[in-house]
């Protein structure tokens, strides 16, 4: 091959000068035995000069621009443009070749092209030449067909020729436009049959729109995720799946009974596992775009599900099959004032230009700016016309709009108005009116019936395409494309971890669509970013994935540890968070403490997401608006500022607020609750008055009264509460005990119905006057801030406000007084556990001595005669909890966890403690009749004297329980085995079923009943 340098030269070259299928019918002479690129280049003399890494751009154009330096002689303007489009095609081919490789077969003994001739090309083609873009001409599709057979003949596959010859097309039309604005001097006819010398403008912003998809695709194939790891993206990108539906599917569904009559239409829901079917979403895409479809791609999927990752993947795509997408983000389009398409577009591609640049240093002088006054040409470049895989003629240029959810907005408009006016604007200029061209349109953004319903945008033929979570192959996938890519030090550890973690997964994802569904905090894991950062702390030698998936609450805590504290690396943050934690409830708003009260924000409201402008109104900390918190926050750190955005959507004025996922929000607003808590004490320990007892009161009561706390946010608080207590010192203890006790006031605020009761006090006067209760301000709370002007808001009623709180104030009670006992109490080490050796020292406190040990519980006290309304009152305060209907538990005190709690001779007959844990608790002399016990733990209480008439006790556990005269008699579901595991006493009246089930008459039964008590 040296040989070739010595005879390439500009003389030789133009002798030698082959059109298409000369150059086929020679590479067959050379191809017999070596390489197949190395035979295209042995008949191309200049090819020699393509650098042998083929994929540096404009290296044909390059060579060719010297192959025709001093080669003056042809004018004639077809002639020209022939030689041009031969010379740039072959140098493509060459490329195209290098990137996808060398044909499988090797093993060629003889190439037939008798019949390639066929498809000859002349320069009378060109007479017809357009710049609407070269590769659209025909002149193309006869090289294609000679080139197919050309590929096929060398030995490849119909993949492997459909990819070349995509590759070709993307190389083709870049090499062309640079060979003709390198060297105008020797193409100048070429370029005045254009209207080139006219129209700079066009070849301009063709350019601009090449160079802005290879920027694109930069962000894809070459930028480090996180900007710190050794991969990028197109490592380790796998593709989602999808549900499709049209909206006329969506739209029509009906529910239809068993007799066939259609019920009224119920929404669908387009997550649903069963709705819309599961396909790869790069699949439907392409043959959306492939296929006589002539409607926008509509996709959606929650926030952090993989939209942006795949815009970025079809970016990369559509440039291998010769397209030129054009990927915007709503964020960078600024549609206030006069409304002008393709000028605003124009703006938010130089804004994309700018920020895409800016952000790869040092890297950015590889991608120019845009040199274009204007890259749509007002709209004529969506006029272009090409022929695609099919032979469908479309648009080569595909419109993707990115993130409709960040579509910025005049103060004076609505969401729904400019995205209606937007995407219709879009429609009606792309699509409606272009009959020249089919324009493809992607858009992109989080589900919202803005975009959907009663939409401009919208037809019922329009598709929707659902982005679902990760199966479990496709994370397996994800996870170790990461760890191939990573430098992680231990693989094989790492290996075992996924393993694991994927075989809780596939159970989570197999069960779905029953009814309860196991494991649900795995659902998060489902979105590819997530999983990254979930590998992220398996790298982490402090961290065992396993265990953290059994606790939810670990799992989230770690991650915002290892996060947002320190922006994804690896120091300790235990002592900071520890130290951040515990401060003095006025220090400066962190990246953490942001996220706490924008969950809290957001939970109030009792919503997913909501405004800026909302979000801003109901900040502590008002002087600064949410978009330049965040910045302010994140804007020296890179690495914290994608994880911030990844947790959390903001930075924006209009892009509204919101979690990308609901299990984060639960989990910041858990931990916003224990940080109040915190602060309670803190502040108690200084000041320890009245007036400082009120003020957290209603602090804390703004977060709990608006809503009921889900299942989830109880147990990350629950498990929260536990893990700062056992790691607290014995300062930090102090302040837990402080706030114990604090919490038992509260709750006598609450049951006193301090805040349903207007308050006096003295004007200036000395009048006694009254002011509004506390619960008017609660109520106010919960009212939007940003609502429509002509509608009145809605706000929660007292009732509820007062269920709410009442609930919380139990439950938090009963955490932090067993926290603190059992942190005290080592409880496996004491032989006889018993409540003799205690003293009530608050309305609902008591302490404990046991064997040199002191503690203090929480708890009730009633009666010890049973008699009627003596000891009913805390029935009462569950039926206050319980007067609104909703609570997501069931009915007060069903699944509470009360271990360690006192309810010495309280009536709780027909009470629901359904799955309860009430481990040590007291309940001598306690009233139970028809209570529902089912499922409730009872492990080492004392029921001495404790009525159980027609209690349900189906599975409850009472492994020895203290049954010391205890009325069972007539109890529900009793097993012999239970009342073997327990501790039998005195005259324990048992049920006469359970001497049915021994078969034994009266003699036996007293000789068994008198072997349990021993």
């Not at 001739?117 to 659209?136: G, K, L, R, T, V």
């Not at 912003?205 to 900007?227: G, I, P, Q, W």
């Not at 005269?965 to 007539?970: K, V």
């Amino acid at each position: 091959m040296s040989n070739i340098q010595d005879k390439a030269t500009t003389a030789k070259a133009i002798k030698d000068f082959k059109n298409i299928n000369k150059w086929f019918s020679d590479t067959c002479s050379a191809f017999k035995g070596t390489e197949l690129v190395e035979a295209l280049k042995v008949t191309l003399p200049w090819a020699e000069n393509i650098v042998d890494a083929a994929g540096e751009s404009f290296a044909v154009a390059k060579f060719v621009c010297k192959i025709f330096e001093n080669y003056t002689k042809i004018t004639d303007t077809f002639e020209l443009a022939y030689l041009a489009c031969v010379e740039t095609y072959k140098g493509s081919l060459i490329e195209a070749i290098k990137i996808i490789g060398e044909p499988k077969d090797k093993n060629i003994s003889k190439l037939q092209l008798q019949d390639i001739n066929e498809n000859e090309i002349n320069p009378e083609d060109f007479e017809d030449f357009d710049f609407s873009s070269s590769i659209n001409n025909t002149f193309i599709s006869k090289y294609e067909k000679n080139c197919e057979k050309f590929l096929k003949a060398c030995g490849y596959n119909e993949e492997q020729i459909f990819k070349i010859l995509r590759k070709v097309r993307e190389r083709y039309n870049i090499n062309f436009n640079k060979l003709l604005a390198e060297n105008p001097k020797n193409f100048q006819a070429v370029i005045n049959h254009l209207e080139l010398g006219k129209k700079d403008e066009e070849i301009k912003a063709r350019k601009d729109l090449e160079n802005y998809a290879y920027l694109n695709n930069y962000f894809f194939t070459s930028e480090s995720v996180f900007f710190e790891n050794n991969y990028s993206l197109s490592d380790i990108y796998e593709q989602v799946e999808c549900g499709c539906l049209s909206w006329k599917e969506i739209c029509n569904r009906q529910n239809r009974d068993d007799l066939g009559y259609n019920r009224p239409k119920k929404a669908l829901d387009v997550f649903d596992e069963e709705t819309g079917g599961r396909e790869l979403i790069n699949k439907i895409v392409s043959e959306l775009i492939d296929g006589d479809y002539n409607e926008p791609i509509v996709i959606q999927g929650p926030a952090g599900s993989g939209k942006s990752s795949f815009t970025l993947w079809l970016n990369n795509k559509l440039m291998e099959e010769g397209l030129t997408p054009i990927r915007i983000q709503f964020k960078h389009i600024d549609f206030n004032g006069d409304f002008d398409l393709y000028s605003e577009l124009h703006n938010a591609v130089k804004t994309a230009t700018a920020s895409l640049k800016s952000s790869i240093e040092p890297k950015k002088d590889d991608f120019s700016c845009l040199s274009s006054e204007n890259v749509f040409l007002n709209g004529k470049i969506f006029e272009d016309t090409t022929t695609y895989y099919k032979n469908n003629k479309l648009c080569p240029y595909v419109l993707i709009l990115d993130g409709w959810d960040e579509l910025s907005l005049a103060q004076s408009q609505t969401f729904k108005d400019r995205i209606d006016k937007v995407l219709a604007t879009v429609k009606k200029n792309l699509i409606t009116s272009n009959d020249k061209s089919k324009v493809k349109i992607i858009v992109t953004g989080r589900p919202t019936e803005d975009v959907t319903k009663d939409s401009n945008f919208i037809t019922p033929n329009t598709k929707i395409l659902t982005i679902k979570p990760l199966n479990p192959e496709s994370l397996n996938n994800l996870f170790d494309n990461i760890v191939k890519h990573s430098q992680y030090p231990d693989h094989a550890k790492m290996k075992e971890e996924i393993k694991s973690i994927i075989e809780a997964y596939t159970e989570y994802f197999n069960s779905r669509t029953e009814q309860e569904l196991i494991n649900q905090h795995y659902e998060a894991i489902g979105m590819p970013l997530l999983a990254a950062l979930v590998l992220k702390l398996a790298s982490n030698e402090d961290y065992q994935l396993k265990e953290l998936f059994n606790n939810p609450t670990d799992l989230y805590r770690s991650l915002a540890d290892l996060t947002v504290e320190y922006g994804g690396r690896d120091e300790k943050a235990f002592d900071k968070i520890k130290k951040n934690i515990y401060a003095a409830s006025n220090q400066k708003m962190d990246l953490r403490s942001l996220f706490r009260e924008i969950a809290i924000a957001i939970s109030i409201l009792g919503k997913e997401s909501i405004s800026s402008y909302e979000l801003e109104t109901r900040l502590l900390h008002p002087e600064n608006n949410i978009s330049t918190q965040v910045e302010d926050i994140i804007k020296k750190d890179s690495i914290s500022r994608l994880y911030a955005l990844f947790y959390f959507k903001a930075g924006h004025k209009s892009y509204g607020c919101e979690f990308i996922h609901k299990s984060f929000r639960e989990y910041f607003f858990a931990e916003a609750l224990i940080v109040k808590l915190i602060q309670a004490g803190s502040d108690l320990k200084i000041n320890n008055n009245e007036e400082t007892k009120i003020k957290h009161f209603k602090k804390l009561s703004c977060i709990l009264a608006p809503r009921w706390l889900t299942p989830e946010i109880n147990n990350h608080v629950k498990n929260l509460i536990e893990y700062h207590i056992n790691i607290s010192d014995e300062e930090k203890l102090e302040i837990w005990e402080i706030t114990r006790d604090w919490l038992a006031d509260y709750f006598v605020w609450w049951a006193d119905k301090e805040h349903m009761t207007p308050q006096m006090y003295l004007n200036r006067r000395g009048e006694a006057q009254t002011e509004p209760p506390f619960v008017e301000e609660l109520a106010q709370e919960t009212r939007p801030y940003d609502y429509e002007k002509d509608k009145l808001p809605k706000i929660t009623d007292y009732i509820s406000l007062d269920s709410h709180l009442g609930d919380s104030v139990f439950q938090l009670n009963c955490y932090v007084h067993a926290f603190i006992a059992v942190k005290k109490l080592n409880l496996a080490n004491i032989e006889q556990w018993s409540w003799e050796n205690s003293n009530q020292c608050h309305k609902h406190q008591w302490n404990i001595e046991i064997e040199g040990q002191n503690f203090t519980v929480f708890g009730f006290i009633g009666s010890e005669t049973f008699e009627k309304n003596e000891n009913d009152y805390l029935l009462n305060y569950f039926a206050r909890i319980n007067s609104t209907p909703g609570r997501p538990q069931g009915m007060a005190p069903l699944s509470y966890f009360m271990p360690l709690i006192n309810f010495s001779g309280v009536d709780l007959s027909h009470a629901s403690l359904y799955n309860a844990r009430l481990d040590y608790a007291s309940l001598d002399y306690a009233r139970l009749d028809y209570a529902r016990l089912d499922y409730a733990s009872l492990y080492n209480a004392r029921l001495d004297y404790a009525s159980l008439d027609y209690a349900h006790l189906y599975n409850a556990s009472l492994d020895y329980a203290h049954l010391y005269n205890a009325s069972l008699d007539y109890a529900l579901n009793l097993t012999l085995k239970q009342i073997e595991s327990a501790y039998i006493y005195g005259s324990t009246k048992l049920p006469i079923y359970i001497w049915e089930q021994m078969g034994a008459d009266e003699n036996e039964r007293q000789e068994y009943f008198e072997k349990l008590i021993k």
